[in-house]
């Protein structure tokens, strides 16, 4: 079973409005990590935002906002007042505490190709 | 600030090519990964090296090898390059603490690779 979906491929959003990009995991740890990262074109990974399965706000860093819901198994990133350098591919990822070297490693989702129109 | 080079952006070379990706990063970093991005599937893991000549078979190693001689550089071999090999290929590292959940992979720039 897929441990990371993102079911959206792709998403238009509006230059400064809101958009969500929705992320759902499958994990029976109870210690795990949501992580959200970008890829502009030009091919480079960017970490976003983290949110850990025990911290009880929802994580924000700037523009960036994790809407975390455990019983849903839900780490959608809502991006606020889009701007045309926001257009790139997002991928959503996990690490689980696991043992050995599991903890060490990230699974991604398929990622979703967001594009800001202006 | 932590630097992950590769040696390739762009790389074409034919079916049955003997293929080496490498990786440096300069933050002494004890973890490296090799994945391979394909539309849709998003990064699948390769390998996992966790230390000096250690590593682990991550989702889909057949087809590839790994090799990590030093700690700063990890290398990636296709022993005989297939077209179902072309693909982008990125290179991580992170440090490797023992409890905690959050630290960050850093990622390369990605090698593209071209089989035909």
């Known amino acids: 079973a897929q441990k990371i979906t993102q079911t959206q491929p792709g998403m238009f959003v509006q230059e400064k409005e809101a958009v969500t990009l929705d992320c759902t995991y499958d994990?029976?740890?109870?210690?795990?990590?949501l992580f959200w990262y970008k890829q502009p074109s030009s091919g480079e990974m960017i970490f976003l935002i983290y949110?850990?399965?025990?911290?009880?706000q929802n994580a924000t860093e700037g523009r960036y906002s994790l809407n975390f819901q455990k019983a849903r198994k839900s780490a959608n990133l809502v991006i606020s007042a889009s701007q045309l350098g926001d257009s790139a591919m997002y991928f959503c990822?996990?690490?689980?505490?696991?043992?050995?070297?599991?903890?060490?490693?990230?699974?991604f989702g398929g990622g979703t190709r967001l594009m800001v129109k202006p | 600030d932590v630097k992950v080079t590769q040696s390739s952006r762009y790389l074409v070379k034919r079916t049955g090519e003997k293929v080496f990706l490498e990786c440096v990063q300069d933050?002494?970093?004890?973890?490296m990964f090799w994945y391979r991005q394909d539309p849709g599937l998003g990064l699948r893991l390769i390998y996992f090296?966790?230390?000096?000549?250690?590593?682990e078979k991550g989702d889909i190693p057949e087809g590839y090898s790994v090799s990590r001689e030093k700690k700063e550089r990890f290398s990636l071999i296709l022993e005989s390059a297939s077209t179902n090999q072309t693909s982008m290929y990125l290179c991580?590292?992170?440090?490797?603490?023992?409890?905690?959940?959050?630290?960050?992979?850093?990622f390369g720039p990605g090698t593209r690779l071209t089989v035909t």
């Open positions: 991580a590292s992170s440090y490797r603490p023992r409890l905690a959940i959050f630290y960050e992979q850093y």
């Open positions: 994990t029976s740890d109870q210690s795990y990590g």
């Open positions: 090296s966790y230390d000096v000549k250690m590593k």
């Open positions: 990822a996990m690490r689980e505490r696991g043992g050995n070297n599991a903890g060490n490693m990230l699974t």
């Open positions: 933050m002494d970093h004890e973890n």
């Open positions: 949110q850990g399965s025990y911290d009880e």
